[in-house]
Each structure stands twice: as structure tokens, then as C-alpha cells.
């Protein structure tokens, strides 16, 4: 069965810092990815997604995932941490070539220090 | 363009109470998915719909709930006789035609809770 892992519940960093938050998947094939933001109430808004070609992904607010295949990761990077980007980070897979459900990980929660 | 809509944005209802929850999707948008999130989790997946079609409704519970799309309005998802594990946050997401591009923009969600 597909499943995603997002290993870190919590995370804490400081503001300025570098992050990285982590996303191992399960899938036969080379699923779409995607990661999104939950601000506390809110809905979720997309930060990026890899569908195919370049492994290395830009999305919005500074965000960057890294698609590798042979660690089935797919991992989101940001090199200076702001305060604002405090939130619930979600990693998602779904089957590639069609329309389908979605398949979350448990999330994680980023705490932004001053 | 409007993003997806979603509404009531809460809704309190008493135990054995039904809940409707609405969503229209953005414009041009025709594949409606329904998510289920609760406290302390992540989403999980309930239903996908096409105008008048249930697709995939695989992680619906086989009771008390429903969900459609009409030709006209908005989806609907429906809860029967609710309990209070039915408290959660349900969110909708929609995407456009095949061969437009594969993403789901999701709405601000309907936060449900049952007293």
C-alpha cells in the first residue's frame, strides 16, 4: 500500500536558520509529490510539486524539494528561515499519469524561534 | 478567480444531528476531492467526485456518510446522525480537467464539531 513518512512531528529552528523537513514515500512507481502548508485554522496551500524531469524543485516563499529516487525522499529545504513561515508542513504522494486521492503524511509541526 | 469555497467554515451539530458541508470548486474545475482531518493528524482521503459521478469513494465510512456533485451547485457532503468521533476538519479540494495539470487547490475547510 502507498504511505508516506514524515519522521519529525516537532521541529524547532531558529529565525535565520537553515531547515530541512524530511518525506520518505512507498509507491511501486515514481509517484507526483507535493508539499504543503496548514497555517493554524487555515486550509492547505501548495508550496511545490515534482511530477518528472528535474530533481530539484522551486516552489513559493524560498521552498525547495529534492526528488531522489533511489532513497524514495523527497525532502523540502529552505536555506533562511523566516517567522512567519511557522506552520504544519504536509507531505503528499499521489499515483502519477491520472487523477487520484492523495495520500498525506502525519505532518510536521515547524516552531520558528526569534 | 475565485479559490475553492467552502461553507459553513464551522459548524456545531448535537449527536444524532445531520451535517451538510458544501464546497465549489474554482471555476473550471471539475474533480471535487473530500478530506477528513483530525486533531493532531494528517488528511486523509474520503471521496472523489466528478460532475454527477462518485469515482473513487473508497475512504468513505460505509455508514452515515455521503457525498455528491451535481450538475449545477456545489458538492455536497452529508453526515447522518453524527457522533462525536465525526469531530474534525473536512476539506475540499478541487482540480481542473485531464490534460489541463494535475493539482489540488484546496478550500479553507469546515471545522465540525459535535456536541
Known amino acids: 500500500a502507498q504511505s508516506v513518512t514524515q519522521p519529525d512531528i516537532h521541529i524547532t529552528v531558529s529565525e535565520g536558520a537553515s531547515l530541512e523537513l524530511r518525506c520518505n514515500y512507498s509507491y511501486g512507481a515514481t509517484p507526483y509529490l507535493f508539499w504543503y502548508v496548514q497555517s493554524p485554522g487555515q486550509g492547505l496551500q501548495l508550496l511545490l510539486k515534482y511530477f518528472s524531469g528535474d530533481t530539484l524543485v522551486q516552489g513559493i516563499k524560498g521552498f525547495e524539494a529534492e526528488f531522489k529516487r533511489s532513497q524514495s525522499s523527497f525532502n523540502l529545504r529552505k536555506p533562511s528561515v523566516h517567522w512567519s513561515d511557522a506552520a504544519e508542513y504536509f507531505c503528499a504522494v499521489a499515483p502519477s499519469g491520472g487523477y487520484n486521492k492523495l495520500i498525506f503524511g502525519a505532518g510536521t509541526r515547524l516552531a520558528v524561534h526569534p | 478567480n475565485a479559490g475553492v469555497m467552502q461553507n459553513p467554515r464551522h459548524l456545531v451539530r448535537r449527536r444524532g444531528q445531520e451535517a451538510r458541508l458544501r464546497c465549489s470548486p474554482m471555476?473550471?474545475?471539475?474533480?471535487v476531492y473530500w478530506y477528513r482531518q483530525l486533531p493532531e493528524e494528517g488528511l486523509k482521503f474520503m471521496v472523489y467526485l466528478q460532475k454527477e459521478n462518485i469515482i473513487d469513494e473508497s475512504g468513505m465510512p460505509k455508514e452515515r456518510f455521503s457525498a455528491e456533485f451535481p450538475k449545477e451547485g456545489p458538492s455536497i457532503l452529508r453526515i447522518q446522525q453524527v457522533v462525536r468521533g465525526d469531530s474534525a476538519a473536512y476539506f475540499c479540494a478541487s482540480s481542473p480537467p485531464k490534460g489541463v495539470s494535475y493539482e489540488q487547490y484546496f478550500g479553507p475547510g469546515t471545522r465540525l464539531t459535535v456536541t
Open positions: 471555476k473550471g474545475h471539475s474533480h
